[in-house]
């Protein structure tokens, strides 16, 4: 069975830190070429639905076709900015709760990813799989959330021997140079998996005189962020996330409502303010998320058609129309 896009939140703060790694390799804002990724409305959000992400990345990497961006970009990122994180790590009383705790919240916020720990000796191991059908894209999430790590880990220890070996399953890049200066001369390419490995004893000197009574609330935290009520200053792109979330379909207008916990007339009234009704809304997200499948996937336009909730490809072939004014075929082969 072909796996369908998984839907989810991302910071739209990355957003801001990956036009900033565009803009230092001499290339323009991508935040000007599109009216949706208004920098002025995206900074200000808190999060930006998974299938706008994905478009960003994948223009930033077209554009600079520089395979060290997801590195650069990760080096930019921080990981303790994140509350749940930060609360964790001073509670947590070991490294071994921690990494667990961390490879949970990454799942928890990044539905692609599935970060998973395991100790050997003095090693400690993390894997990454990544669920991106594209290899540049699939490339770039492996290096920014490695990069993410390793930076945060030398931070931590103030040792770059902390990071002992890191292997990717993606072949050898051109120039490995960048790649050896974040991580050190360990870097193995055509492996069997994505792993970094780190330096146990380095790791647990970052817990001293930590204590861990607070434990339970910060996992507690961590499991409910995605819960969080959305508040009913949000804006378009945040109700929108809310629309993307769930890979099965979209909800209905009283399903969307009690996500925003306000009545169904109360939703209208918003989204009336926001100069748009529940069924452009639906029409919009289904047009976005039409143009990610054609555009980074090779799934069937009928498949894609079931997926939407069209019960034959000729009728989605006519929405899709009416959106973009060419065919979804047109669409795929020009990668628009």
């Not at 990494?99 to 949970?104: G, I, R």
């Not at 945040?238 to 209905?252: H, Q, R, S, V």
Request: charged share 25%; with cysteine; hydrophobic share 35%.
């Amino acid at each position: 069975m072909i796996k369908r896009l998984q839907s989810g939140h991302v910071s739209a703060d990355y957003l801001a830190f990956l036009d900033q790694s565009v803009l230092d390799r001499g290339y323009p804002s991508l935040f000007s070429k599109d009216n949706s990724y208004d920098v002025i409305s995206i900074v200000g959000l808190r999060y930006v639905s998974l299938e706008t992400a994905l478009k960003f990345f994948s223009e930033a990497i077209e554009v600079t076709r520089d395979t060290a961006l997801g590195l650069d970009f990760g080096q930019r990122l921080n990981i303790m900015s994140h509350g749940p994180l930060t609360q964790a790590l001073i509670t947590a009383g070991s490294n071994r709760l921690f990494t667990s705790l961390f490879c949970k919240y990454i799942k928890t916020r990044h539905s692609l990813l599935n970060l998973s720990s395991w100790e050997n000796h003095d090693t400690l191991i993390l894997t990454l799989e990544v669920d991106i059908p594209s290899s540049e894209m699939y490339r770039f999430n492996i290096d920014l959330v490695f990069a993410a790590i390793a930076n945060q880990a030398f931070e931590f220890t103030k040792q770059r021997q902390v990071i002992k070996a890191v292997t990717f399953s993606y072949p050898e890049p051109e120039n490995i140079t960048p790649y050896l200066k974040v991580f050190g001369d360990n870097v193995e390419f055509n492996a069997e998996s994505n792993t970094i490995h780190m330096d146990t004893e380095r790791l647990e000197r970052i817990f001293t005189g930590t204590e861990a009574p607070l434990l339970q609330l910060a996992i507690k935290q961590c499991e409910s962020l995605l819960k969080t009520m959305v508040s009913s200053d949000r804006t378009l792109d945040d109700i929108k996330a809310l629309m993307t979330e769930n890979e099965e379909g979209f909800p209905t207008q009283q399903e969307l409502a009690k996500k925003l916990n306000v009545s169904s007339r109360s939703l209208s009234r918003r989204l009336e303010k926001l100069d748009t009704n529940y069924r452009q809304l639906l029409q919009l997200c289904k047009k976005e998320r039409a143009e990610y499948y054609l555009r980074d996937t090779e799934h069937s336009i009928e498949q894609i058609a079931e997926w939407l909730g069209y019960d034959k490809g000729e009728s989605f072939s006519r929405s899709f129309k009416v959106w973009t004014g060419i065919s979804p075929s047109a669409f795929r082969k020009n990668k628009i």
